[in-house]
């Protein structure tokens, strides 16, 4: 039972760069999140989803797009990078409400 | 806005004593409450929760207590240990929201 996998673990992109930050969870959670954490602001959430095919936003939602065709997948993209977005990303998915189960996260740095 | 607020961002407690991590909300209509811990590197991990129909969790050597009156919640490490070195986060939502609204984080370190 792998849990939440997320990948990659680092990335550098460049301004203006496009990227998709991968997650896959496999316990049939409902619920899944995108979080980012920066230094003094504490884990800042980003997008969630109830389900397939339902997602909405968050508190930071600019600059982010996400789908959930599946129950299991949740990506975020990232369509135009800024160095504002350099951050750590975690994806967490829960089973109704429950605490969340999240991944080891994604370390990415635009420059 | 921060609608959770852990105001110290660190603590220090000596190994063997309780530490206390605190943790004020400013909406009313928060009504599940939960504790993370978080290790350097590693994503956070959940901890323990409470439900505002009780004032009181506790599973181990961790309790979590709530005041609604006064929007704020603790959470008591008794006895601390070295391993209990990491950044805590409290989190709160609203039934029906599916929201959980983090707080920034203490980081507690315990001396051996």
């Known amino acids: 039972n792998a849990g939440v996998t997320q990948t990659p673990k680092f990335q550098v992109l460049k301004t203006g760069q496009s990227m998709t930050l991968q997650c896959a969870q496999d316990m049939n959670h409902e619920y899944m999140s995108w979080y980012r954490q920066d230094p003094g602001m504490g884990l800042r959430l980003i997008h969630y989803?109830?389900?397939?095919?339902?997602?909405d936003q968050g508190e930071v939602p600019n600059g982010y797009n996400v789908s959930r065709s599946t129950t299991e997948d949740f990506p975020l993209r990232l369509l135009s990078a800024a160095p504002s977005q350099t951050s750590v990303y975690f994806c967490a998915s829960r089973p109704g409400q429950l605490g969340y189960t999240f991944g080891s996260g994604t370390r990415l740095t635009v420059v | 806005d921060q609608q959770v607020k852990q105001n110290s961002p660190s603590l220090s407690v000596q190994e063997g004593r309780i530490s206390i991590l605190n943790c004020d909300y400013t909406?009313?209509?928060?009504?599940?409450f939960l504790w993370y811990k978080k290790y350097p590197a590693e994503g956070p991990t959940f901890l323990i929760s409470?439900?505002?129909?009780?004032d009181k969790n506790e599973d181990g050597r961790f309790t979590v207590f709530l005041n609604k009156s006064a929007k704020h919640l603790s959470l008591h490490i008794v006895p601390s240990q070295p391993g209990d070195s990491a950044v805590y986060f409290c989190?709160?939502?609203?039934?029906?929201?599916?929201?959980?609204?983090f707080g920034t984080g203490t980081r507690l370190k315990v001396l051996a």
């Open positions: 989803s109830v389900g397939a095919g339902i997602t």
């Open positions: 909406n009313s209509m928060f009504d599940y």
């Open positions: 989190a709160a939502s609203t039934s029906g929201t599916y929201k959980y609204i």
């Open positions: 409470i439900s505002s129909i009780k």
